[in-house]
Every structure is written in structure tokens, then in C-alpha cells.
């Protein structure tokens, strides 16, 4: 029985150097399914992310973005995906919201969003135009259309970054530690768009170190130690029953 | 002092002002066109790719103006190959040799200015362009010279105005352009300080004039880069 994954990676390994940050993961994403990654730094949990939209290239493993699964060939030291073109596909499909934020400096807010819809996707400037104010208003930047990025505080860098990936449509929207780089009291207002977007359905991986949005807005929590899926199910589960010893240091460190 | 004589000579001083208005605006234009590839080849191109451009920048860095310019208009001209081929018409023109040596010489510089603004380019907006699906030829022309030439703009600033003064070295090969009208006037009347004082002049109105569109053109491309407290220290 196959099930419509929006996302999935089998047997995910990556090595840097003699390092091996991922030994082996494998995850589905449901559709609608918002999975937090937790692990303490170093578990391999932001290479997971990057593996996932090929950012950084699995050494060997299986990864599909809605039923498309990447194509790689083997070199001698590793393997690489064998059409730069599907990557940028599939890349197109999985947007990206970065610790940095990562705006196009030398671009406006609008310019931002707009960027990738009208030269990736190619789709009408128009169209792009209306759906990136849409989204610029929902995560509540609708007055800083023509602002630089420069001109913005973290969370509201954070926002804009967050509606230039949901104008792409994505399938799956990838967190890598979104609120990380953000003074604590802006933390908040980012996490309020990305909890109103849970609630949409949308299908997001969010690497975090935020228990309580792990714990009260995804469906799913995994938990990363060197490189290995430790604890995979709902918050519930492994908030309250962890299988490992593990996790329960993790999360009492963090408290 | 007596003015009197460059109101008389103003028209030379004109054809002067005009050959050097065009000799300067077409070696920006040409070295800038040949300038942006090959700093992308010099940033992003195999060792195999960047040698020869290696090579041509350190030589044009490494040696006069003046010295290139001679090479170029006196030097090939030694060559009877050089005298017999099709390209000896171009080559036996003053203007040509002095056009081709700025020309070259500004590309040199300008591919060094233009690589430290592309290797500056933030890793992280690149990062970001990568994971949004962009091919490498549309992250280059949306992404990184966009950015690269808004980070170049004050060296290149800088460039322009060598170029303008370097051009005076263009009288050196008998072309009238300010220097070499300033250099007519001054053994025709005897009067150096009149002459060169006026050339000194219209140098300076022709900076004036980069430097207040390079102004205008930082106020549109860099002024909202900037943090707003950074323009009231101005």
C-alpha cells in the first residue's frame, strides 16, 4: 500500500568528512502533518533539513517530494542527483525558512516574495503581485511592502521571509530554527504565524528549540541523537511517555 | 594672468572636452562589458578558465597606462605582420591604440572590483536562492550582480575617475583632448599657467558630473540598504 506522502527520505546518511551527522533517517510527512525536529546541536537535525531540499547532498538515501522521488547517480565518493533540473524542481517545492532569515538584501519586501513565483515558477507578475500582498498582510507585514529588509526588526525579517515561502505554494514548508536568531520578545509574533499556518493544514518541518510549540502545534514530535531518530510520535506520546532516557535529560536541560 | 587667450582658443578646448568625454565613456563601457564576465569566470570558472585572466589582470595592473598605451600604438607597430594584417587600419589610428589600451586597463581593474563584490555576496542569500529552485544563470543575474554591483558602485566610482584622468595620457599619441588642447594653447601663447589651469577646470567639472550621478544612482540603489541611522550622521 503506498500512501500520498507529501514528503518522504529513506535511509538518509550524511557524512562531513569522517563525521557521520545522519546514520541512517527515515520520515514521511502526511500531508498537513507538522512535524517538530528537536535534538540538541550536533544531533544532525538542520543537515536533516538541508538533506531533505538537497542544500546539502545525501550521501545515500531516498527522498520524494509528492511522489517524485530524486534521481542520483553514484561517484565514486558518494552520490550526486543526476538532473540539476528535477533538484530545482523539487526545490521549488519545498520552501525554506532559514535561522538567518536569509532576505534578498538589495530587494524590497514585495520584490522578496515576489522573486522566485514570477523567475522560478514563471508564473503571471500580476497574479504574484496580489497573492505575495495576501501574504504579506497574513503574516501581518502588509504596510512594509517597500521596505528593505534592512529596515525591519528580526521577527518582522522572520515574517517576510515566512510569506515569500508560502507565495511559492509549497508542498512542504522546511523551518530550519526559525525564532534562534530572534530577541525573545520577538519571538512570539513569528511563532503566531507559524502556529496559524499548523492550523491551516499546511505541511511544515520545524527544526526547533521551542518545547512549547513542538509540544502544543505540531502533530508529530521526533526527536534527533547523533544522527538517529530517537522518539517518534505524537507530543503526547513523547512528551509524556518517552522511550528514551535520552529526551527526558533533553527536555529537562532545556527547562 | 590673461584669460582673454582662452576665450579666443574655446574652440579647441571644446574638441578637446569632446574627445575626452568619448574616449573615457567608451573605455568605461567597453572594460565594464568585458569586465562582468570575466570576474564570473574569475569567481565561479576552473582553475583552466581563470589563468588567462589572471594573467591579463595582473599585467594590466602590474604595468603604466602610459607603458601599455606605448606598447600598443609604438610597439606593434614594429611588426611587419602587424603592418601587413587586415587589422593594421585600426591599429596605425592614435585614438584606436589609446581607446584600446583604457579600454583594457579599466576591464583589469574593474574585474578585480567587481570579484571582491561577488565573493562578498552573502552566503546566506545565496543559500536562499538555491532552496527557492533557482538555476545558477538566474541566482547570478537576479542574485548575486545585482547585489555585487550595488556593493561595487563607490570602488567603481572611484575607477571612473581614474579613467577620466588617465585619458590626459591620450596626448601623449597626438590626440587633441583636453590635455592636448592645453598643450596647443601653451606653445601657442606661451602662457602654461592659462592653459593647464582651464584643462585643471573642466577635469573637474567632468568629476563633478560622475561623481553627482554616482550620488543619484547610490541614493536609488544603496540609500535603503543602508540602515536609516548611518544617513543622519550625514
Not at chain 2, 53 to 60: D, G, K, L, T
Not at chain 2, 104 to 133: D, H, K, M, W
Request: aromatic share 10%; with cysteine.
Amino acid at each position: 500500500m503506498t500512501i500520498d506522502y507529501a514528503l518522504s527520505v529513506e535511509g538518509v546518511h550524511k557524512s562531513f568528512g569522517r563525521n557521520e551527522v545522519l546514520k541512517g533517517i527515515d520520515l514521511s510527512a502526511s500531508r498537513g502533518e507538522v512535524i517538530s525536529v528537536l535534538g540538541s546541536s550536533g544531533s544532525g537535525k538542520s543537515t536533516l533539513l538541508r538533506c531533505i531540499n538537497l542544500l546539502d547532498i545525501p550521501d545515500r538515501g531516498i527522498i520524494r517530494v509528492g511522489g517524485e522521488q530524486v534521481q542520483m547517480k553514484t561517484l565514486r565518493h558518494g552520490s550526486v542527483p543526476a538532473d540539476m533540473r528535477q533538484v530545482e524542481r523539487i526545490r521549488s517545492k519545498l520552501a525554506m525558512v532559514f535561522q538567518q532569515f536569509n532576505l534578498w538584501s538589495h530587494m524590497t519586501i514585495l520584490e522578496n516574495v515576489m522573486e522566485a513565483p514570477v523567475h522560478v515558477l514563471k508564473r503571471d507578475r500580476g497574479e504574484v503581485r496580489k497573492m505575495a500582498i495576501h501574504y504579506l498582510d497574513k503574516v501581518g507585514i502588509g504596510d512594509k511592502l517597500h521596505v528593505y529588509p534592512i529596515h525591519l526588526s528580526g521577527g518582522q525579517q522572520q515574517r517576510a521571509a515566512i510569506a515569500r515561502a508560502l507565495c511559492m505554494e509549497p508542498e512542504v514548508i522546511l523551518f530550519d530554527e526559525p525564532t534562534s536568531a530572534l530577541d525573545p520578545e520577538l519571538v512570539g509574533e513569528v511563532l503566531q504565524v507559524m502556529r496559524d499556518l499548523a492550523l491551516e493544514g499546511r505541511t511544515m518541518i520545524v527544526v526547533t528549540h521551542e518545547l512549547g510549540f513542538a509540544r502544543e502545534v505540531s502533530s508529530r514530535v521526533i526527536f534527533l541523537e547523533k544522527g538517529l531518530i530517537m522518539e517518534d510520535g505524537t507530543p503526547e506520546d513523547v512528551f509524556e511517555r518517552p522511550v528514551t532516557d535520552r529526551f527526558r535529560n533533553f527536555v529537562a536541560a532545556m527547562m | 594672468m590673461d584669460f582673454s587667450i582662452i576665450q579666443e582658443s574655446w574652440p579647441i578646448y571644446f574638441d578637446g572636452l569632446v574627445t575626452t568625454v568619448w574616449l573615457t565613456v567608451a573605455a568605461l563601457v567597453i572594460g565594464l562589458l568585458l569586465a562582468v564576465p570575466l570576474a564570473v569566470v574569475r569567481v565561479q570558472g576552473g582553475a583552466l578558465a581563470q589563468a588567462p585572466i589572471r594573467a591579463f589582470v595582473y599585467f594590466f595592473r602590474g604595468t603604466p597606462l602610459l607603458i601599455q598605451m606605448f606598447l600598443i600604438y609604438y610597439g606593434l607597430g614594429q611588426f611587419q605582420w602587424m603592418q601587413q594584417s587586415v587589422l593594421w587600419s585600426l591599429f596605425s589610428e592614435a585614438w584606436f591604440c589609446a581607446l584600446l589600451a583604457f579600454a583594457l586597463n579599466t576591464c583589469a581593474y574593474s574585474v578585480e572590483i567587481i570579484r571582491g563584490a561577488i565573493v562578498a555576496t552573502s552566503p546566506g542569500e545565496i543559500e536562499a536562492a538555491r532552496a527557492c529552485g533557482m538555476s545558477r544563470m538566474l541566482m547570478l543575474w537576479r542574485i548575486i550582480l545585482p547585489s555585487a554591483f550595488r556593493r561595487a558602485l563607490p570602488a567603481y566610482s572611484n575607477e571612473m575617475i581614474f579613467m577620466l584622468h588617465g585619458t590626459a595620457l591620450a596626448s601623449t599619441v597626438t590626440i587633441v583632448d583636453i590635455t592636448g588642447a592645453a598643450r596647443i594653447i601653451q606653445s601657442r601663447y606661451y602662457s602654461p599657467w592659462e592653459a593647464f589651469l582651464t584643462a585643471a577646470l573642466l577635469y573637474m567639472c567632468l568629476t563633478f558630473t560622475i561623481v553627482f550621478f554616482v550620488r543619484r544612482l547610490e541614493k536609488h540603489w544603496q540609500g535603503h540598504l543602508l540602515p536609516a541611522r548611518v544617513s543622519d550622521f550625514e
